[in-house]
């Protein structure tokens, strides 16, 4: 389901007013990117994004600006209302309709003859009757036309063309991005009326290449420079075997942190626990780290903590991890990990320094979610399926259009509230109550207090289904995490196991432009490069995910990622499996490709393929959100284990099975 026009409206007078935030104070701007309707100039599939501050990709491999940087070299030009004017780049043709509001004419040249015949059309029919839009190379200007009074390059040259200097009238201005093909200066050059030309760096900017006579030359796939698979193929360690491969040198480099963080770009794929599994394993046996903390429920994951440091068995009567999502931790590789820790640890004489295992989640998030859409169910269906849009959002980027219409359908839930919270409360208590049974020194009255505030706070929060929401989980589970690592001690070390997104700096990402920040980001900025952020991707194959939240557990097929993505570009390297390291200098080519942004996928505990561009993907800049990123090209659908009878021939204390 499309935004309807009215929230098309709203979501633009909010980019608008961000934008005379950031500032832009030119007011003709300002009502120039007000009156543009940015959603006409995208993919329709795209048009629920249009009024986030981001570029989007369009035909042809190429880009449609972020709307601040339009509005910002819209403003530098110093157009008036008789100004004419000459861009490059016309693309979408969008930043062209921006300045036709604040000039008299302005033309327009772009290289693919497809988008320019397209621009050409959408901005007819859209009246835009001052812009005219020539097919040709930009970098020899639109000589038939000048001179101009202002110059727009929409596109990153090695320097300014020739051309368009001639092209420029005195008192005219230019406005460009010059350097090489990741990250280039914002260039603005005046002429003075004496003809002398004077030359202004404005500021970093990322733009898709110029390409044509005095800009980069053309090559196929048209990037300048080396192709970046090719470059990718360089410089990453390929991997052959999870269980056996050669991970010393990633090893190497993580043994340094404090806190190594270990992603996954879905929750349901066997590869992905299997290779944490394995660089844990490398860091609890040889460099020390004696904390495993994971996106988990507190309660949950404490059983397991139980059985592989050989306490006391739990005498609570639940049983642990049997709510939706099942699967996440319930699950063969999970099992065989716990396994393996517990072994470790009955080598370890001294209790104390056993390695533990717990969840950094909101205090049982998952369980207290379940709660709430049964009791729903129970008194208001419509309300159920309410939340159970809204605890999709637990997990990343659910950005199904269609969510939105329906999350609107919200009073009813919000007369539910003082019941369902009361149910929560409940359940808290109950569950605080069994741990102190169980001698859980972590949680004493006051943690306790605040456990169940908290989770009240969170949920009333999640009925606005708003960022807050998001930023108080991961808060949340970052204090958990440091509060861990101090009751270890000052030299204690901790592995993270949780989503990409969770991990992964969200600054670098679109959710950072939301104003989210997530664990990742927290623990850089506490622990500089004493955090190692590690996300792990893949192209295609299968993974357990639901289609709705409570909904059943399902392996569904992943499908090829998207050409425009990240993961496009690993998958061309046509690597089967690869460490990337982003951090190191000695690969400051890729890190500079990858600095730009890109699609990137997330597969949470919903997976719906068939809206899979609107729900799971978003922007981000891969080298600045990870340290180092683990690539499988193909991979598989995680194993579940069965729904809680005992496993032959596991003791009692099996967590699992009790
Ligand atoms: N202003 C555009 C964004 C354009 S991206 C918008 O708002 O949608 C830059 C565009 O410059 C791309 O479409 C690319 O094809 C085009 N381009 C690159 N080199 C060019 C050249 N030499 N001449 C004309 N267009 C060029």
């Not at 500089?528 to 991707?537: D, F, I, N, Q, S």
């Amino acid at each position: 389901m499309k935004p309807s026009p009215t929230e098309f409206t709203d979501r633009r007078q909010a980019l608008v007013s961000g934008l005379a935030l950031r500032g832009i104070e030119d007011a003709a701007v300002r009502r120039a990117m007000l009156e543009v309707p940015r959603h006409r100039f995208l993919p329709e599939a795209l048009s629920e994004f249009a009024y986030r501050d981001v570029p989007l990709p369009i035909d042809e491999g190429q880009t449609i600006s972020q709307p601040y940087i339009v509005a910002w070299m819209t403003q530098a030009a110093a157009l008036k209302s008789s100004s004419r004017v000459l861009e490059v780049g016309t693309g979408s043709g969008y930043a062209a309709a921006v300045a036709s509001r604040v000039a008299g004419t302005v033309y327009s040249v772009e290289r693919h003859r497809m988008l320019a015949e397209s621009a050409r059309a959408r901005l007819a029919e859209l009246g835009y009757s001052n812009v005219h839009v020539l097919r040709g190379d930009g970098t020899r200007g639109w000589p038939d036309h000048a001179p101009y009074d202002a110059i727009l390059v929409a596109a990153g040259g090695p320097s300014v063309p020739e051309a368009l200097l001639e092209q420029l009238a005195p008192g005219g201005t230019l406005v460009m991005p010059v350097g090489p093909a990741d990250t280039q200066v914002l260039i603005r050059l005046r002429r003075a009326k004496d003809g002398t030309l004077e030359r202004e760096e404005m500021g970093d900017v990322r733009f898709v290449p110029l390409v044509g006579e005095a800009g980069w030359k053309p090559r196929a796939g048209g990037l300048p420079g080396r192709g970046l698979p090719g470059l990718l193929r360089e410089s990453v360690e390929p991997l052959d075997s999870i269980e056996t491969g050669d991970l010393r040198q990633l090893v190497g480099r993580l043994a340094r942190a404090r806190v190594v963080l270990l992603g996954e770009a879905t929750h349901g794929t066997s590869e992905f626990y299997r290779m944490r599994t394995r660089i844990t394993r490398e860091l609890v046996e040889r460099h020390g780290f004696g904390i495993v903390a994971v996106e988990a429920d507190w309660p949950d994951a404490a059983r397991i903590d139980r059985y592989v440091r050989h306490l006391k068995p739990s005498s609570s009567p639940w049983k642990p991890f049997t709510r939706f999502p099942t699967w996440m931790w319930r699950n063969e590789e999970v099992r065989a990990f716990a396994e393996w820790l517990r072994r470790h640890n009955a080598e370890v004489h001294d209790p104390a320094r056993r390695v533990s295992f717990s969840g950094l989640d909101l205090y049982s998030l998952f369980a207290s979610a379940d709660v709430v859409v049964r009791y729903l169910d129970t008194v208001d269906p419509e309300a159920a399926r309410v939340a159970r849009e809204r605890y999709g959002n637990l997990t990343p980027w659910q950005s199904d259009p269609a969510t939105y219409g329906r999350a609107v359908v919200s009073g009813r839930f919000q007369s539910c509230e003082p019941e369902v919270v009361k149910v929560l409360v409940d359940l808290l208590e109950q569950r605080l109550a069994y741990a102190s049974r169980d001698g859980e020194r972590f949680f004493d009255a006051t943690q306790n207090a605040r456990v169940v505030a908290n989770a009240e706070r969170y949920y009333r929060v999640m009925y606005q289904g708003n960022v807050a929401s998001w930023n108080l989980r991961d808060q949340h589970m970052f204090d958990t995490l440091s509060t861990l690592l101090a009751f270890r001690g000052p030299s204690s070390k901790a592995v993270v196991w949780a989503h990409n997104s969770h991990l992964g700096d969200a600054s670098a990402t679109e959710m950072g432009t939301h104003g989210e920040h997530n664990v990742g980001q927290l623990c850089r900025r506490a622990l500089g490069t004493e955090a190692y952020l590690v996300g792990l991707g893949t192209d295609h194959g299968t993974v357990v995910a639901a289609t709705d939240w409570g909904g059943p557990m399902q392996v569904k097929q992943v499908r090829p990622a998207d050409p425009r993505s990240i993961e496009a570009v690993c998958h061309q390297t046509g690597l089967p499996a690869f460490v990337l390291p982003l951090r190191d200098s000695r690969h400051e080519a890729v890190r500079d490709e990858l600095a730009a942004p890109r699609l990137e996928r997330a597969i949470g505990v919903i997976y719906r393929p068939e809206t899979e561009l609107l729900s799971h993907y978003f922007q981000a800049s891969l080298a600045n959100q990870f340290d180092a990123w683990v690539w499988f090209d193909e991979t598989s659908a995680l194993h579940p284990l069965g729904g809680g009878a005992t496993e032959p021939g596991l003791p009692d204390t099996y967590p699992f099975g009790v």
